[in-house]
């Protein structure tokens, strides 16, 4: 029997790590990662990673002490919980014996994981609502399980001194798939109403680009497009909204579309790009001609600063408030006092 009331000021057992396994031959993971390091440099976390960098920057700040990936001490620690924020291969590690919060670095869906039912994973944390709608459709697990994002640092991403031009805008560019559709339907024609506005466009795309020069780029312009199929929870455009940037997001809605499930595999409805988001971060659209629609009267919104998108985040999730809410549903879990979904 677990001890399921331990003092909260004993060390947390957080873990997380990435998935690296062997390809050609025993260890040789140890040898690609160095080689790895080598060509490209340190390491640069992803938005899988920042989920658990981003708690335990809230628990410094809160002055919450933790160990990080302990499985010997939390081998010697009976009835001790595990905090498992990612990713999913590191629930099979957790010896038994000891209950398990796992999120929100969760598999893309559960037909990934088949640990369900056999671990024991006492909360399921999920970043986002319809992230969370679609597990409750599909996980065939009845425990409790709860929304639960990050925080964003909103010290590190804050607006500059003075106010940047209104007419430069960010065009950030995160479509993951069917790009030979969207370009000339939806990418081309945004350029072309943006440079007819009079727009000097800063064309950011996905996975190629450095985290500080976006930082630096955040400080020289006066709103995004947001183009994104979906998020679960959306770094990059939070760290944008505290940056006091509004946003014109594509939000398309309807169905998952991963092409690793769908259609042959799953199909749910519908999704969101930009799941923490309201009326003082800025608008959304559905297509281009809802863009085209819009675009005036978000120009002459940022250009008379009547959004506040910062005070979205300070307001809603700020690192220290999130890893204490974190805090409060590991409790809640403890305690038994979260419902399990009906």
């Not at 060390?11 to 080598?38: A, Q, S, T, V």
């Not at 065009?171 to 727009?199: C, F, V």
């Not at 940056?243 to 169905?255: K, M």
Request: net charge neutral; aromatic share 12%; charged share 25%.
């Amino acid at each position: 029997m677990t001890d399921s009331s331990r003092s909260p000021r004993e060390p947390l057992f957080l873990f997380y790590e990435e998935p690296d396994p062997d390809r050609w031959f025993p260890g040789d993971r140890h040898i690609r990662r160095f080689i790895r390091r080598l060509v490209r440099g340190p390491h640069k976390p992803g938005g899988v990673m920042r989920w658990y960098l981003n708690l335990r920057a809230g628990l410094d700040q809160l002055g919450v002490t933790y160990r990080v990936n302990d499985y010997r001490g939390l081998r010697r620690t009976p009835g001790a919980w595990a905090h498992v924020i990612g990713q999913h291969h590191v629930i099979n590690k957790i010896p038994a014996g000891h209950p398990i919060v796992y999120g929100p670095a969760i598999a893309d869906h559960p037909r990934e994981t088949s640990f369900f039912g056999q671990a024991d994973i006492r909360l399921l944390l999920i970043p986002c609502a319809w992230f969370k709608a679609m597990y409750d459709r599909d996980l065939a697990w009845s425990g409790p399980r709860a929304v639960w994002p990050a925080g964003v640092d909103v010290e590190l991403w804050h607006p500059p001194a003075t106010t940047p031009p209104s007419n430069e805008v960010l065009l950030y560019d995160k479509i993951h798939w069917d790009r030979d559709r969207y370009e000339p339907e939806l990418l081309n024609p945004i350029i072309q109403s943006l440079t007819q506005a009079g727009m000097k466009i800063h064309h950011m795309r996905y996975g190629f680009y450095k985290e500080e020069d976006f930082r630096d780029l955040l400080k020289r312009i006066g709103s995004m497009v947001f183009l994104c199929e979906h998020e679960t929870q959306g770094f990059a455009y939070l760290q944008t909204l505290s940056s006091g940037v509004p946003i014109l997001a594509w939000d398309r809605g309807g169905l998952w579309q991963d092409p690793n499930y769908y259609p042959a595999l799953v199909e749910f409805e519908p999704v969101c790009s930009v799941p923490y988001f309201d009326e003082r971060c800025g608008e959304r659209f559905k297509d281009f001609t809802e863009f085209h629609d819009k675009l005036p009267a978000f120009l002459d919104s940022v250009r008379h600063a009547r959004y506040q998108p910062r005070a979205y985040v300070t307001e809603n999730l700020t690192l220290a408030g999130q890893s204490a809410a974190y805090l409060k549903l590991s409790q809640a879990a403890m305690h038994g006092d979260l419902p399990s979904p009906s």
